[in-house]
């Protein structure tokens, strides 16, 4: 059975971190309907002072945070004295999970083009070990298909296998199609399945995808996405539906206010870092 489109989501200009201005697709209202993925910012600018102050030390536990920079370059640094960069075409992979301070730079480039989002940790993984991992441009796999291409950020595809996280599945393509040119892709049915439109317009079943549109499919085993400009880039996301409460307040993501509560009293007592991070790079 072919996905139709279920839910669109257009991106919102706003600015986050230390005066970054980029556009917020989804966010507290798309919880629900996005599960598990809960935010989805996306970057695209030729101009260094829309994000150059980047974002200084801040906390996160109770999710994993995935960077992908098609085009430009962010710094990691964490309180427990990592540091790692990654640019074009790489992806930064963090799993807070019980408790991570890191901070993010954003130097100038000619162009910052990508997007981060928030995958939901499962209720019983939240204060699992934090981990950190960098996928570097040549263990990403970029399969030729008809009319483009497509890189494996994450995942499985036909056979091709890329990075795996610890926690919740995540299939991750970054699709490049030609004029014209279209991609049918195969999931379970219930998978929880999401595009996201970075560069150009396509159409699902008929219907127009305007750019920087996050879109979530209905059940079904077939997507069949349809380039209708001079170019596209999509970005493809399936994982499994956590189907859990969710409590959220700034950085931190957990299940019920009692944890929230908990999480800032450790903010607040210096026991928010309970475990080592494991850095692979």
Avoid: C
């Amino acid at each position: 059975m072919k996905r139709e489109v279920k839910t669109k989501v257009k991106g919102f200009r706003t600015i986050d971190g230390a005066g970054v201005s980029l556009v917020r697709v989804l966010g507290n209202h798309t919880v629900e309907e996005f599960d598990p993925i809960l935010m989805l910012d996306s970057f695209d600018s030729t101009n260094p002072d829309d994000y150059t102050k980047g974002f200084p030390m801040h906390p996160h536990r109770g999710i994993e945070t995935i960077s992908y920079l098609y085009r430009g370059k962010m710094i990691h640094k964490d309180t427990l004295g990592n540091e790692d960069q990654i640019t074009d075409g790489e992806v930064q992979w963090m799993n807070a999970g019980s408790g991570i301070l890191h901070e993010e730079q954003v130097p100038a480039a000619d162009r910052l083009l990508g997007v981060q989002l928030w995958l939901n940790l499962p209720q019983k993984e939240k204060m699992s070990h934090p981990t950190y991992n960098k996928i570097h441009k040549n263990d990403i796999e970029e399969i030729e298909i008809e009319g483009g291409y497509l890189r494996l950020l994450a995942g499985s595809y036909q056979g091709h296998e890329g990075f795996k996280g610890d926690h919740l599945p995540l299939d991750y393509y970054d699709i490049h199609l030609e004029k014209d040119a279209k991609i049918t892709l195969n999931m379970k049915n219930d998978d929880s399945v999401m595009v996201f439109t970075l560069l150009g317009e396509i159409s699902i079943n008929g219907e127009k995808i305007e750019e920087k549109t996050a879109v979530k499919l209905t059940e079904g085993d077939e997507l069949e996405l349809v380039n209708i400009g001079d170019s596209a880039e999509v970005l493809y996301m399936s994982s499994r539906k956590l189907d859990e409460p969710v409590a959220w307040a700034g950085p931190i993501v957990m299940n019920n206010q009692r944890e929230l509560i908990q999480a800032n009293i450790d903010l607040r007592t210096g026991n928010f870092i309970r475990e080592n991070l494991e850095f692979n790079n």
